[in-house]
C-alpha cells in the first residue's frame, strides 16, 4: 500500500503534510454532538439543531505547524435505535469525541458507557476526547467540571467543557486531539481517499480487495 | 451526443417485443384519438412498464384490513346539502354496527376531561387540544401509550388505556371495532400487531380514507424499526416502552400526518414528477444510471416533494407507499443538509423484515435537489457517495445541471395553460404508470386552510369513486365555493375544480381537452421511460 502512495505523489506540495483522520461522535441523543460538529465544520449554530437521522458524514481540514490534518467526521445519531450500528462507525477510528451535556447528569453515565465500550471495542489506539457540552447553561449544571475531570484523568481521556452555542472550546478540542494524532501515519491524498474506504469496512477484507483491484 | 447515450440507455431493454424507438413511439402516442381509455394508454402512461410495484390505487393499502365497510349516509347527511347531481351513492345498510357503540364514544369523551396533566407542549384538557380536526394516536396492545400527534402521551396514558379497553371488550365477543361514529367525530381503530393505532378524525371523510391514513403512521413506525425488530422487542416484553426506540422520530410523523392532508399523492398512491424537458430529464436519468454500484438498488433525485427521476435495479420495483415514506423522511429533517446523511431504513412495502441503507444528501447546500441513493450493504456509503460525485461530474459535463435548476426554480405551471375556462384546479393520475400531474394552486387555495379543504374535498370524491359496495365512475358535486368534478377510467383517474360558475356541461366537455392537453404535454409531465441500471 505505503509503495504504491508513494508512487502517486506527484511532489507539488513536499513541505506540506497532509494526514487524514476518521473522527467519530459519540453520546446520548441531544447532547450537540451535530451542533458541536456545525460550529466546527460550519461555524454555524442552531438554536433548533434537527435530531440526526442515522449519521452524517462531513469533512473539515485544521492546519498544524506544516501538517494539514483532514478530519472525516461521523456525526453518529444519539437514539438507541441506532446503537447496533455504532460500531460501523467506530471500527478503524484513529479519534473519537464522546459528548455529555452538563445539565444531564444520565447522558455523562451514557458517556461512560460510550468510553468504555471504545476502549473495549475500537482500535486500541484510538485518541478518545470527552466533551462536556452545553457549558453556556452553567447555572442549570448538574455535572461538575471535576468530576468530569478526574473520570477523565482517570480513564486516559482528554476533557474539556464545550459550548457549540458560544464556539467556546469547540476549534480547541478538534486541535487538541489532532495534536494528539499520530503524524508519522503521513498519506497523500490519493492514497487517503482509497484508505478511506478501507476504515468503514472490515480493514483485512478490505485490504486485500484493494490489492487485486490493483 | 445526449440523444445518443439516451437511446443507448432504454430501446436495449426491450419489453412487450416492442421494438419502436421510444421516441417515435412518444409521437404515436401523442396523435392517439381516444387517449386514457385502456391501461398503459392513457396519458402519462409509462413506456416500458411503471416503475412502481403496480397497485390498484388505495385497494393495494386497504387490502390487509379486511373489507371495509363505510357509512355512506351519515357522509350525505354530514356534507354539504347542495350537493347537486351527486350519483345515488347511499348504502342504508352498513351503519348498523357501528351506531351501536355510540355510547361508549361518550365515555371516551369525558376520560379526555379526566385525563388532566400539565403537558409541555399543549393541555390536553384544553379547548384548543380538543378541538384538532385529527388526532391519531398509537399504543402497543399493553395499552402503552407510544405517539399522540398533540399534547403528550404520559398525560395521554388513560385515554389510551380507555382505547385499548374499548377494543379488548369488543374482540372478547368475537368481533372488531373498526369505527365509532358520534356528534360529527369519527373513531377509527387499527389493530396491526404489536402496535395499536386509533384515529379521532372530526371529517366528512370515509372510514376507509382514515384507516389508510392510520396504516401510513404505522408503516412509518416500521419503517424506522422494522417489522422483525418491533415484533422481537414486545415478544421479548409486552409493556415495553416503544417511545425509548423512537425517540427523535416525532417529527417524521407529525409531518407525515400534515403531508397527508396537504399531498393529494398520498391520497392516489401516486408521485407526481417535477416538469422538466424531456430531454434534460433524459440526460439526469441516464447520468444516474452511469452511476452505478453493485449493491444500489434505488437511485431517486427529489426536487422537494416531487420526483426528477428514479432508477431502479431489474425487477426491483418501489411501492408508491415507500417512496412517499422517503419523501416525508427528506422533507421533515433539515440535517441532510449539513452534510451526507447515510441511514438505515426500512420500506416496509418492500421488505418490512429488513434494513436498507440510504445514503442522503442534497446536491449543493443551498439546493432543493436531494438525491437518495438505496443500497442493501450497511458499509457501502464511500461507494455511494462515490456514486453521487461520478453523477454530479456527467451531469456537469453534459451542462444539464443548469436546466435543471431552472427547471427547479420555475413554479410547477399554471392552470391557465390549460386554457379551460372556469378550472380551477386538478389532479390527473396515470394509473399504469403511478404518476400524477397537478398544476400550481391558484389563489383561494394557497392558504394553508383552503388548501386542506381543497385535499379534503377530492379525498370525499376519492372515498365516493373507490367506494367498495358502490365504486362510481364519475361524480359531479355543486358546492357554494365550488363546482367539482372527478372520474375513473381503467387508465386514469382524475378531479377537476370549477368556479361556482361552471356547468356540468362545461366539466364533462373538459375532461377531453384536458386529457389532450396533458398528452401533448407528457413528455414533459412524466417519467415516460423509467431506466434501470
Same mark, same amino acid.
Given at each position: 500500500?505505503?509503495?504504491?502512495?508513494?508512487?502517486?505523489?506527484?511532489?507539488?506540495?513536499?513541505?506540506?503534510?497532509?494526514?487524514?483522520?476518521?473522527?467519530?461522535?459519540?453520546?446520548?441523543?441531544?447532547?450537540?454532538?451535530?451542533?458541536?460538529?456545525?460550529?466546527?465544520?460550519?461555524?454555524?449554530?442552531?438554536?433548533?439543531?434537527?435530531?440526526?437521522?442515522?449519521?452524517?458524514?462531513?469533512?473539515?481540514?485544521?492546519?498544524?505547524?506544516?501538517?494539514?490534518?483532514?478530519?472525516?467526521?461521523?456525526?453518529?445519531?444519539?437514539?438507541?435505535?441506532?446503537?447496533?450500528?455504532?460500531?460501523?462507525?467506530?471500527?478503524?477510528?484513529?479519534?473519537?469525541?464522546?459528548?455529555?451535556?452538563?445539565?444531564?447528569?444520565?447522558?455523562?453515565?451514557?458517556?461512560?458507557?460510550?468510553?468504555?465500550?471504545?476502549?473495549?471495542?475500537?482500535?486500541?489506539?484510538?485518541?478518545?476526547?470527552?466533551?462536556?457540552?452545553?457549558?453556556?447553561?452553567?447555572?442549570?449544571?448538574?455535572?461538575?467540571?471535576?468530576?468530569?475531570?478526574?473520570?477523565?484523568?482517570?480513564?486516559?481521556?482528554?476533557?474539556?467543557?464545550?459550548?457549540?452555542?458560544?464556539?467556546?472550546?469547540?476549534?480547541?478540542?478538534?486541535?487538541?486531539?489532532?495534536?494528539?494524532?499520530?503524524?508519522?501515519?503521513?498519506?497523500?491524498?490519493?492514497?487517503?481517499?482509497?484508505?478511506?474506504?478501507?476504515?468503514?469496512?472490515?480493514?483485512?477484507?478490505?485490504?486485500?480487495?484493494?490489492?487485486?483491484?490493483? | 451526443?445526449?440523444?445518443?447515450?439516451?437511446?443507448?440507455?432504454?430501446?436495449?431493454?426491450?419489453?412487450?417485443?416492442?421494438?419502436?424507438?421510444?421516441?417515435?413511439?412518444?409521437?404515436?402516442?401523442?396523435?392517439?384519438?381516444?387517449?386514457?381509455?385502456?391501461?398503459?394508454?392513457?396519458?402519462?402512461?409509462?413506456?416500458?412498464?411503471?416503475?412502481?410495484?403496480?397497485?390498484?390505487?388505495?385497494?393495494?393499502?386497504?387490502?390487509?384490513?379486511?373489507?371495509?365497510?363505510?357509512?355512506?349516509?351519515?357522509?350525505?347527511?354530514?356534507?354539504?346539502?347542495?350537493?347537486?347531481?351527486?350519483?345515488?351513492?347511499?348504502?342504508?345498510?352498513?351503519?348498523?354496527?357501528?351506531?351501536?357503540?355510540?355510547?361508549?364514544?361518550?365515555?371516551?369523551?369525558?376520560?379526555?376531561?379526566?385525563?388532566?396533566?400539565?403537558?409541555?407542549?399543549?393541555?390536553?384538557?384544553?379547548?384548543?387540544?380538543?378541538?384538532?380536526?385529527?388526532?391519531?394516536?398509537?399504543?402497543?396492545?399493553?395499552?402503552?401509550?407510544?405517539?399522540?400527534?398533540?399534547?403528550?402521551?404520559?398525560?395521554?396514558?388513560?385515554?389510551?388505556?380507555?382505547?385499548?379497553?374499548?377494543?379488548?371488550?369488543?374482540?372478547?365477543?368475537?368481533?372488531?371495532?373498526?369505527?365509532?361514529?358520534?356528534?360529527?367525530?369519527? &373513531?377509527?381503530? /387499527?389493530?396491526?400487531?404489536? $402496535?395499536?393505532? +386509533?384515529?379521532?378524525? =372530526?371529517? %366528512?371523510?370515509?372510514? !376507509?380514507? @382514515?384507516?389508510?391514513?392510520?396504516?401510513?403512521?404505522?408503516?412509518?413506525? &416500521?419503517?424506522? /424499526?422494522?417489522?422483525?425488530? $418491533?415484533?422481537? +422487542?414486545?415478544?421479548? =416484553?409486552? %409493556?415495553?416502552?416503544? !417511545?425509548? @426506540?423512537?425517540?427523535?422520530?416525532?417529527?417524521?410523523?407529525?409531518?407525515?400526518?400534515?403531508? /397527508?392532508?396537504?399531498?393529494?399523492?398520498?391520497?392516489?398512491?401516486?408521485?407526481?414528477?417535477?416538469?422538466?424537458?424531456?430531454?434534460?430529464?433524459?440526460?439526469?436519468?441516464?447520468?444516474?444510471?452511469?452511476?452505478?454500484?453493485?449493491?444500489?438498488?434505488?437511485?431517486?433525485?427529489?426536487?422537494?416533494?416531487?420526483?426528477?427521476?428514479?432508477?431502479?435495479?431489474?425487477?426491483?420495483?418501489?411501492?408508491?407507499?415507500?417512496?412517499?415514506?422517503?419523501?416525508?423522511?427528506?422533507?421533515?429533517?433539515?440535517?441532510?443538509?449539513?452534510?451526507?446523511?447515510?441511514?438505515?431504513?426500512?420500506?416496509?412495502?418492500?421488505?418490512?423484515?429488513?434494513?436498507?441503507?440510504?445514503?442522503?444528501?442534497?446536491?449543493?447546500?443551498?439546493?432543493?435537489?436531494?438525491?437518495?441513493?438505496?443500497?442493501?450493504?450497511?458499509?457501502?456509503?464511500?461507494?455511494?457517495?462515490?456514486?453521487?460525485?461520478?453523477?454530479?461530474?456527467?451531469?456537469?459535463?453534459?451542462?444539464?445541471?443548469?436546466?435543471?435548476?431552472?427547471?427547479?426554480?420555475?413554479?410547477?405551471?399554471?392552470?391557465?395553460?390549460?386554457?379551460?375556462?372556469?378550472?380551477?384546479?386538478?389532479?390527473?393520475?396515470?394509473?399504469?404508470?403511478?404518476?400524477?400531474?397537478?398544476?400550481?394552486?391558484?389563489?383561494?387555495?394557497?392558504?394553508?386552510?383552503?388548501?386542506?379543504?381543497?385535499?379534503?374535498?377530492?379525498?370525499?370524491?376519492?372515498?365516493?369513486?373507490?367506494?367498495?359496495?358502490?365504486?362510481?365512475?364519475?361524480?359531479?358535486?355543486?358546492?357554494?365555493?365550488?363546482?367539482?368534478?372527478?372520474?375513473?377510467?381503467?387508465?386514469?383517474?382524475?378531479?377537476?375544480?370549477?368556479?361556482?360558475?361552471?356547468?356540468?356541461?362545461?366539466?364533462?366537455?373538459?375532461?377531453?381537452?384536458?386529457?389532450?392537453?396533458?398528452?401533448?404535454?407528457?413528455?414533459?409531465?412524466?417519467?415516460?421511460?423509467?431506466?434501470?441500471?
Amino acid at each position: 500500500m505505503s509503495t504504491r502512495g508513494t508512487g502517486r505523489t506527484n511532489g507539488s506540495l513536499p513541505q506540506t503534510k497532509i494526514c487524514q483522520f476518521k473522527l467519530v461522535l459519540l453520546g446520548d441523543m441531544a447532547v450537540g454532538k451535530s451542533s458541536l460538529v456545525l460550529r466546527f465544520v460550519k461555524g454555524q449554530f442552531d438554536e433548533f439543531q434537527e435530531t440526526t437521522i442515522g449519521a452524517a458524514f462531513l469533512a473539515q481540514s485544521v492546519c498544524l505547524d506544516d501538517t494539514t490534518v483532514k478530519f472525516e467526521i461521523w456525526d453518529t445519531a444519539g437514539q438507541e435505535r441506532y446503537h447496533s450500528l455504532a460500531p460501523m462507525y467506530y471500527r478503524g477510528a484513529q479519534a473519537a469525541i464522546v459528548v455529555f451535556d452538563i445539565t444531564k447528569p444520565e447522558t455523562f453515565e451514557r458517556a461512560k458507557a460510550w468510553v468504555k465500550e471504545l476502549q473495549r471495542q475500537a482500535s486500541p489506539n484510538i485518541v478518545i476526547a470527552l466533551a462536556g457540552n452545553k457549558a453556556d447553561l452553567a447555572d442549570k449544571r448538574l455535572v461538575e467540571y471535576e468530576e468530569a475531570q478526574t473520570y477523565a484523568e482517570d480513564t486516559g481521556l482528554l476533557f474539556m467543557e464545550t459550548s457549540a452555542k458560544t464556539a467556546m472550546n469547540v476549534n480547541e478540542l478538534f486541535l487538541a486531539i489532532a495534536k494528539k494524532m499520530p503524524k508519522t501515519d503521513t498519506q497523500n491524498p490519493t492514497h487517503a481517499a482509497r484508505h478511506r474506504g478501507v476504515n468503514l469496512q472490515d480493514p483485512d477484507a478490505q485490504s486485500s480487495r484493494s490489492c487485486c483491484g490493483n | 451526443m445526449a440523444a445518443d447515450v439516451h437511446n443507448k440507455g432504454v430501446s436495449w431493454e426491450i419489453k412487450n417485443g416492442n421494438l419502436a424507438p421510444s421516441d417515435r413511439l412518444r409521437q404515436d402516442r401523442s396523435d392517439s384519438p381516444t387517449p386514457g381509455l385502456v391501461e398503459g394508454t392513457e396519458p402519462g402512461a409509462g413506456q416500458e412498464g411503471a416503475m412502481f410495484v403496480h397497485a390498484q390505487s388505495f385497494e393495494d393499502l386497504t387490502a390487509d384490513s379486511e373489507s371495509n365497510t363505510d357509512n355512506k349516509s351519515a357522509e350525505v347527511g354530514d356534507s354539504n346539502p347542495e350537493n347537486a347531481q351527486k350519483a345515488a351513492l347511499e348504502g342504508g345498510e352498513e351503519e348498523v354496527q357501528e351506531e351501536s357503540l355510540e355510547a361508549e364514544q361518550e365515555e371516551v369523551g369525558k376520560e379526555e376531561v379526566q385525563s388532566s396533566n400539565k403537558a409541555k407542549e399543549e393541555d390536553v384538557t384544553s379547548e384548543t387540544w380538543r378541538s384538532h380536526r385529527k388526532h391519531v394516536f398509537v399504543l402497543s396492545e399493553a395499552g402503552k401509550p407510544i405517539y399522540t400527534r398533540y399534547g403528550t402521551e404520559e398525560a395521554l396514558s388513560s385515554i389510551m388505556g380507555v382505547m385499548m379497553l374499548l377494543m379488548s371488550f369488543v374482540e372478547d365477543k368475537k368481533n372488531t371495532i373498526r369505527s365509532i361514529h358520534a356528534d360529527g367525530y369519527r &373513531v377509527v381503530f /387499527l389493530r396491526k400487531s404489536p $402496535l395499536i393505532l +386509533v384515529g379521532v378524525f =372530526r371529517t %366528512s371523510c370515509s372510514d !376507509r380514507e @382514515l384507516t389508510r391514513e392510520l396504516h401510513y403512521v404505522y408503516y412509518q413506525i &416500521v419503517s424506522l /424499526l422494522t417489522l422483525t425488530q $418491533l415484533n422481537h +422487542v414486545f415478544q421479548n =416484553r409486552q %409493556s415495553y416502552d416503544l !417511545r425509548r @426506540l423512537l425517540a427523535g422520530s416525532e417529527h417524521l410523523t407529525d409531518s407525515l400526518l400534515r403531508l /397527508l392532508d396537504r399531498d393529494p399523492g398520498l391520497l392516489l398512491s401516486a408521485v407526481m414528477c417535477l416538469p422538466l424537458a424531456s430531454s434534460a430529464r433524459d440526460v439526469v436519468s441516464s447520468s444516474l444510471q452511469a452511476a452505478k454500484a453493485k449493491n444500489l438498488v434505488f437511485s431517486i433525485l427529489l426536487a422537494g416533494n416531487r420526483l426528477v427521476t428514479l432508477v431502479r435495479k431489474k425487477d426491483q420495483f418501489l411501492h408508491h407507499m415507500d417512496l412517499h415514506l422517503l419523501f416525508n423522511l427528506v422533507v421533515s429533517s433539515s440535517s441532510f443538509r449539513e452534510g451526507e446523511g447515510w441511514t438505515p431504513i426500512c420500506l416496509p412495502k418492500f421488505n418490512p423484515a429488513g434494513f436498507f441503507h440510504a445514503h442522503i444528501s442534497y446536491l449543493e447546500p443551498a439546493s432543493d435537489l436531494c438525491l437518495i441513493l438505496v443500497s442493501t450493504d450497511r458499509e457501502d456509503f464511500f461507494n455511494l457517495s462515490d456514486c453521487k460525485k461520478r453523477f454530479l461530474e456527467r451531469l456537469r459535463r453534459r451542462s444539464a445541471y443548469q436546466s435543471l435548476q431552472e427547471a427547479l426554480n420555475m413554479p410547477s405551471y399554471p392552470v391557465s395553460q390549460v386554457g379551460i375556462p372556469e378550472l380551477r384546479h386538478f389532479v390527473y393520475k396515470s394509473k399504469s404508470s403511478g404518476l400524477y400531474t397537478s398544476p400550481d394552486l391558484p389563489a383561494p387555495y394557497q392558504e394553508e386552510e383552503e388548501h386542506e379543504r381543497l385535499m379534503g374535498l377530492y379525498q370525499h370524491l376519492h372515498s365516493c369513486l373507490h367506494n367498495p359496495t358502490r365504486p362510481l365512475r364519475y361524480i359531479y358535486r355543486c358546492a357554494e365555493t365550488e363546482n367539482l368534478y372527478a372520474l375513473v377510467t381503467s387508465g386514469f383517474e382524475l378531479y377537476l375544480c370549477f368556479s361556482p360558475l361552471g356547468t356540468k356541461g362545461l366539466a364533462v366537455s373538459a375532461v377531453n381537452k384536458l386529457l389532450k392537453w396533458i398528452r401533448k404535454e407528457e413528455d414533459r409531465l412524466f417519467i415516460l421511460s423509467p431506466l434501470t441500471y
